[in-house]
């Protein structure tokens, strides 16, 4: 027997004037985010005892999200000068200041510069022999758009982590640099780990994904005052996230995705491991034992007008998790698991069960709960055009095909506008590093 003497429960105000279910509605369905069960999963609280803890088969790597308030993916992070520049202003202002500094000082005009100093998006720019460095500017254009959107004040928490999150899943881990030859010069162009992460984040920002949980928009939560809180700042339901925990990471062995973040603020991290422990939610206190730490409804009293209507019993849940965090490695060259960086989570909620001790509901029991969950597409990533042409020479050098979808062209009977200008890299060059790191 284990006594939660720590447990500090939030919520504690749970009266209100009007009754609000919150089972699990059709935005909660926890099927969304599981891969490859044919429909056939479980919610029943007794068949998933024998599921306590799950790990993942393959850990997804850790990656950085690029904030915007550096110019993304164009950011210089192994030069001096640019992080000297990024320390001189307070970090939520100084992006044009960096952008002033890479544009004058760009990849062409200063080709003495050194390259293992360039961004991600200036070394596949050579690579591709853009001469305009259109993915670059693509994406410094995109940050400076969100600068001035939020009137010169941009949050240090706007990023790509929507893309690194899903890229850590589903693409290899780059283990080694990859040097290739510019398209303009022929100089070798040496990308490290990092930079085919980055190349990889960008490109699975733009692939489809299935998400359970609303987004919660709100900054201040009055987490004391549960009848104040947003229905979206309250999902995703945390029986939602048992049964995907259980099905997804401990049944498939595949990871899932979590916003961290139970404010306006999104942090997405690929989840590795979990682990429950049951508790009695009247006593508080692990027994060990089922029987002894599920309870009947009419015993728990929290939460009363928020429970769903199929309710029978009540069961404590002591949630925790492992998920990978941003790591950032300035020019590495190589990389493997022992460099990631994890996360430990504890996160306290129960469950409500029915008379056949299925879940179907839940509530938090401390505020630090994620704000939702998703998986990405499975299918593969491409864009038009490039599978029916040859991107690549022996040497890793580009064709006139790979000029053309890159920086616009005439590719057969289309003409490209350019993914580069849709800040796209063609995923087939993106695999084209993946595979050589390996």
Known sequence: ??????????????????????????????????????GEYSRNIKTMLDKKSGEVKKRPWSGYYWPDVQGSIAARLSDPEFSRISRSTQIERVLPQLINYIRRNDAISYSSF?????????????????????????????????????????????????GWAPASIMVDRPTRAVTVPSGLTGEQITFY???????????????????????????????????????????????????????????????????VSSNSEVWNHPVSKYKFQY?????????????????????????????????????????????????????????????DSLVKKEIYYDLELNEKYEIVGGEWLSSNYPDFAW???????????????SLLNDDGSVTRATKSLTSGGILGQYRYNGYSKERMPLPNLVRYLVEKAK
């Open 1 to 38: 027997m284990k006594k939660l003497f720590m447990i500090y429960f939030l919520f504690v105000s749970c009266l209100s004037l009007a009754k609000v279910d919150f089972p699990i509605d059709p935005q909660n369905d926890p099927l969304k985010i599981i891969w490859n069960l044919g």
């Open 193 to 259: 780990p990092k930079d085919i992460k980055a190349l990889a984040t960008l490109a699975w920002t733009k692939k489809a994904q299935t998400v359970i949980g609303l987004r919660c928009n709100a900054s201040n939560i009055d987490f004391n005052n549960r009848a104040s809180i947003p229905k979206s700042c309250l999902d995703l339901n945390p029986g939602s996230l048992h049964i995907a925990l259980v099905n997804q990471v401990g049944v498939n062995k595949k990871p899932l995705i979590l916003d």
């Open 114 to 162: 050194p390259r293992k100093n360039l961004s991600p998006a200036e070394k596949y720019d050579l690579w591709v022999g853009d001469r305009n460095l259109t993915l670059t500017n693509a994406v410094l254009n995109n940050s400076f758009k969100y600068y001035k959107q939020q009137n010169g004040n941009l949050p240090k928490w706007f990023g790509l982590c929507h």
């Open 279 to 339: 508790f009695n939610p009247v006593e508080r206190v692990i027994y060990n034992d089922f029987e002894r730490d599920v309870e009947d409804i009419n015993r728990v009293s929290l939460f009363r007008a928020y429970r769903s209507p199929e309710t029978k019993y009540i069961i404590g849940v002591k949630l925790t998790l492992e998920y990978l965090n941003e790591n950032y490695n300035l020019s590495r060259l190589t990389d493997d698991p022992r460099y």
């Open 375 to 389: 998986i990405p597409n499975q299918s593969k990533h491409t864009v038009f055009g490039e599978d029916t042409a």
